[in-house]
């Protein structure tokens, strides 16, 4: 039995070789373009450095942008932290402080709201408000109460209120005056009356008639004060 050999022509060839070269030269065009698209990325600098590129892929001067960067967002967070802070020593001190100048105001509206000669002339206690200084906002409660504080040369801290009060039938002006004596944890009332137009003046409040009051119980006999 004979074998019979018949001669391979070139197109047979061609076709096997074509799909291996086709995809070896796939392989060095998408390698090509991996290094031409790391080659060509954008300079990280301090304004668009979003982290994506990894620390150890970064130049000197883009590993300073990025510190510069994370630095200054720092110092905002600190900042930040900062000024929330303040913000609430602020509150702390102005509206919460049992010492603060609305604690005092509101302790002062109160106690004329329980006073029977405020009541009788201001009307029902229910609907008895009070404001701060009037100014163009129709909102009582964006009324500032005038009040200041100040320390005098004894170290005696003075807290003095001014404000003002309406009731159904009449209207009133309130001065309260307190003082913490150096030293002391607490402030006293020096004075704390209401004046109403047409009546007299309505105290709650005040230091000197009791110390005169006491001082007239005392018994003197040739010029000393006897208990």
């Known amino acids: 039995m004979k074998l019979v050999l018949r001669p391979l022509s070139a197109t047979a060839i061609v076709p096997r070789l074509q799909p291996v070269l086709t995809r070896h030269g796939y392989a ?58 303040g913000v609430g020593y602020f509150l702390y001190q102005d509206v919460f402080s049992p010492d603060s100048k609305t604690a005092y105001f509101n302790r002062a509206v109160d106690r004329i709201k329980k006073d029977p000669e405020c009541i009788a002339l201001l009307g029902q206690s229910k609907k008895i408000t009070a404001h701060g200084e009037e100014t163009m906002n129709k909102w009582r409660r964006a009324r500032p109460i005038a009040s200041t504080l100040n320390t005098d040369a004894q170290g005696n801290q003075h807290l003095i209120m001014h404000f003002y009060v309406e009731g159904p039938l009449n209207n009133g002006v309130v001065n309260v005056h307190l003082t913490k004596r150096a030293g002391h944890g607490d402030f006293e009332y020096k004075y704390f009356f209401v004046d109403i137009k047409g009546h007299p003046r309505i105290f709650l409040e005040n230091a000197d008639a009791k110390s005169s009051g006491e001082e007239s119980k005392k018994f003197k006999l040739f010029g000393v004060s006897w208990n």
């Not at 150890?56 to 990025?66: F, Q, V």
């Open 28 to 85: 060095t065009q998408h390698g090509i373009g991996n290094n031409s698209t790391a080659s060509k990325r954008r300079a990280v600098t301090p304004f668009n450095d979003d982290g994506y590129v990894p620390w150890h892929e970064l130049s000197a001067t883009e590993k300073a942008s990025r510190a510069t960067q994370q630095t200054f967002n720092f110092g905002l967070v600190i900042v930040g932290l900062v000024l929330t802070g």
